[in-house]
């Protein structure tokens, strides 16, 4: 054979052996993973393989009872924990972490803990980072976190939580990235990149746990772990996508949900954990319950007892049980009976101490337990920047009337109203692991900017009754501008807030409404963690900014936004409700047999109007966009059916950032389809009079849905292709896929 010598060939062999190589370490490593478990499983016994099953509590009573008490100490010492969660800190993880390494066959404990949204640093709450539209910006969010725990011992986070939602009531909409299945999809993927890099031994790395499996997210009611109600095309189409992307990105763990599906308790799901997750999507980490879910079958009256409970759950393909005790209880038993299968046990322990061997805690148990590594990183100055940058994207501008945004240099005198500017707590927001005593007021940003400000509370943070209006209203009168911080408190959004109205306190609304009447521009900041409702704040304000809760440096970010550093560029990730009654509400419902469009008899309120107050992808900035001469190009004669193209120029003063919005309507299919879906989207910086043309591929992807048999399909007719600035002001244009 003859060797082409030349330069580009020595390149390609070169390649080609980098390759191989990689590719041989890498079938090396996983055979090394393999037999070392393998071998040590050989070791075990059957109650210290049936202890790997069990997370305890370290912590108190976050998100349910911990009944069980269990000695901690004494249940590791004897092998049977395999992971603790709510413990904080080097310290105390070295505590329970030599008492493992003193037992039998050393078999080191994982520590988890519920980082959500920033760890020590506090990152804005993930509904407010999704509305950024900056999938980069996400992931790097996320890997700050991941970089702060895992510096103060941690290996595992309850992270992401990829549950879509179209009910603003559920006080968990605060936790995931919104009411669309492309983004959550999109986002799902970021975050588990960000928290779990490229390796998960790497120490900056955690494991990420996708969750909550599955439908969570669409409670009967909107009302906290009630039950779900659908069908499985609908599930496929609008609740699956994220789950499934999350996988596909290499999430170490699954979490079941506490809500039934299918009839059945997402923790007994067979066909969900083990034949969709683990066999068709060949998920090779580990099911974790949430807390208590595995005893809480009995409340769904679905098993019997705690063994019942045990039986349903392991064989359905839960590995690990948080907090409840019915494993540790029963599994021995149950497999002496033959009700449970000896290798569904070995499984499940395999694949928790495949991802122990993965973080590198059997080479060495405290290697994320580094004091001086916590000091240098935690609170530390880049990560706090990328907090505020975060911060900075987050923020949605939903009205700017007479461009009294942003304060122009002349604004000499700020009237500050509401306690909210001043609650460092509440800045955080809910599910927060952020040092409170370092977290960046509203009120402290604009002292340390030198501006003169007049602050008044307006309302009372635990009423919500105004206070002192006289003196308010008086200030507001000598001041150029107002300010208004309202909203919610951080403990008003997350789990277990679910809440029957969602309207702003009508307290605070009329305390903006006498501010109004002095006559100086009011501007309003939301403060917030889901959609809520504020009409009279709608109608009657000069300007508002929906800031949700920001971190550790939101009153920093939101001075950037103020004052025009930082040209608002956020994006509503749900649709805002006008009223109650409109709940739930989303863009992408179908167009039914009488739609809304055709008026008279057709889907709507008699008492209410059905448009929302902003639609899903609305956001505006200081400058302004248009939109023009869309058109379609040919596409690539393989995986690209055709190309959309779209022109966007900058009409505005100043330069800024727009999310072009690409939807897609399937006029005809074989089931009833939604009237729109997100499809694609792209986001740009222009500078002032700058124009770019926008083109996007429409791939399958873009075509296809599940049937009714869960079948992914591409079915070919027509199409209409829509290009905007949000999901309601759109161009349009038609396809036929032939």
């Not at 690990?320 to 019915?326: F, G, K, L, P, Q």
């Amino acid at each position: 054979m003859k060797i082409n010598c030349s330069l580009w060939g020595v390149l390609y062999l070169l390649a080609t052996f980098s390759t191989f190589s990689l590719y041989a370490q890498k079938e090396d490593s996983f055979k090394k993973k393999k037999d070392f478990v393998f071998d040590l499983m050989a070791k075990m016994t059957l109650d210290e393989k049936i202890g790997q099953l069990y997370q305890c509590s370290g912590g108190g009573d976050i998100t349910g009872p911990n009944q069980e008490k269990i000695p901690p100490v004494k249940q590791i010492s004897q092998g049977g924990l395999g992971s603790m969660l709510n413990i904080r800190g080097i310290e105390n993880i070295r505590k329970y972490q030599d008492v493992a390494m003193k037992s039998r066959l050393k078999i080191p404990l994982i520590f988890g803990l519920d980082v959500i949204h920033g760890y020590r640093t506090g990152f804005p709450i993930p509904l407010a980072e999704a509305a950024s539209f900056d999938l980069e910006m996400i992931e790097e969010a996320s890997r700050c976190a991941a970089t702060e725990a895992s510096a103060d011992g941690l290996h595992w986070t309850f992270a992401p939580m990829v549950d879509i939602s179209w009910d603003a009531r559920w006080g968990r909409v605060m936790e995931g990235a919104g009411e669309d299945p492309y983004y959550g999809s999109l986002v799902a993927k970021a975050r588990v990149g960000g928290l779990q890099g490229k390796n998960l031994s790497d120490t900056t790395t955690i494991m990420s746990c996708l969750k909550h499996l599955a439908a969570y997210g669409a409670p009967v009611a909107g009302k906290e772990y009630n039950s779900v109600d659908m069908s499985l095309s609908h599930f496929a189409n609008f609740y699956m996508p994220p789950y499934k992307a999350a996988v596909e990105a290499g999430t170490a763990t699954a979490m079941s949900a506490f809500n039934d599906f299918n009839n059945i308790p997402c923790s007994s799901s067979d066909f969900l954990l083990r034949r969709l997750l683990k066999e068709q999507w060949g998920f090779e980490g580990f099911v974790v319950s949430d807390i208590n879910a595995i005893r809480e079958t009995i409340d769904h009256r679905y098993a019997a007892d705690e063994k019942d409970a045990a039986m349903k759950s392991i064989n359905a393909g839960v590995d690990m049980e948080m907090v409840s005790t019915c494993y540790l209880k029963y599994i021995k038993e149950l497999i002496r009976e033959g009700k449970v299968e000896e290798s569904i046990l070995d499984d499940a322990v395999r694949r928790i101490l495949e991802k122990k061997y993965e973080l590198g805690l059997f080479e060495d148990a405290y290697r994320y337990c580094d004091q001086e590594r916590a000091k240098r990183v935690i609170n530390s100055g880049p990560i706090r920047s990328t907090s505020a940058r975060m911060a900075e994207r987050s923020i949605v501008l939903l009205k700017n009337e007479n461009n009294v945004l942003p304060l122009s240099v002349s604004v000499k005198k700020i009237a500050l109203v509401g306690a909210l500017s001043r609650s460092s707590r509440d800045m955080c927001g809910n599910w927060s692991c952020a040092d409170v005593d370092k977290v960046v007021t509203l009120y402290e940003a604009m002292k340390k900017r030198g501006v003169d400000i007049n602050y008044n509370d307006g309302y009372d943070l635990e009423t919500n009754q105004i206070v002192n209006l006289e003196q308010t209203l008086s200030e507001a009168c000598e001041a150029d501008v107002v300010i208004v911080a309202m909203g919610e408190r951080a403990l008003e959004s997350g789990e277990m807030r679910s809440k029957g109205d969602i309207s702003i306190p009508s307290e605070q609304q009329r305390l903006v409404s006498e501010l109004v009447k002095t006559g100086k521009p009011v501007v309003v900041l939301l403060m917030c963690g889901r959609p809520v409702i504020f009409n009279e704040v709608r109608q009657n304000a000069s300007a508002i900014l929906c800031t949700w809760w920001l971190g550790s440096e939101a009153g920093n970010a939101i001075c950037n936004v103020l004052w025009g550093n930082y040209n608002p560029s956020g994006k509503l990730p749900m649709t805002f409700p006008a009223h109650n009654g409109q709940i739930p509400l989303y863009y992408q419902y179908k167009s039914t047999g009488r739609p809304t469009s055709t008026g008279g008899w057709c889907a709507k309120y008699f008492d209410i109007p059905t448009e929302p107050a902003y639609p899903f992808g609305y956001g505006l900035a200081y400058t302004s966009f248009s939109y023009s001469d869309i058109r379609l190009l040919p596409g690539n004669g393989k995986d690209v059916h055709v190309r959309v193209a779209v022109d966007i120029t900058n009409t505005g003063r100043y330069s800024g950032e727009e999310v072009i919005q690409l939807y897609v309507c399937d006029e005809v299919a074989s089931v009833t389809r939604p009237i729109k879906e997100l499809r694609g989207f792209n986001k740009i910086k222009l500078e002032k009079g700058e124009t770019r043309n926008i083109v996007f591929e429409i791939k399958d992807t873009q075509l296809g849905f599940y049937d009714n048999q869960m079948k992914y399909v591409i079915e070919k007719g027509a199409f209409t292709f829509m290009l905007g600035t949000n999901s309601e002001d759109l161009q349009t244009i038609k396809y036929t896929l032939k």
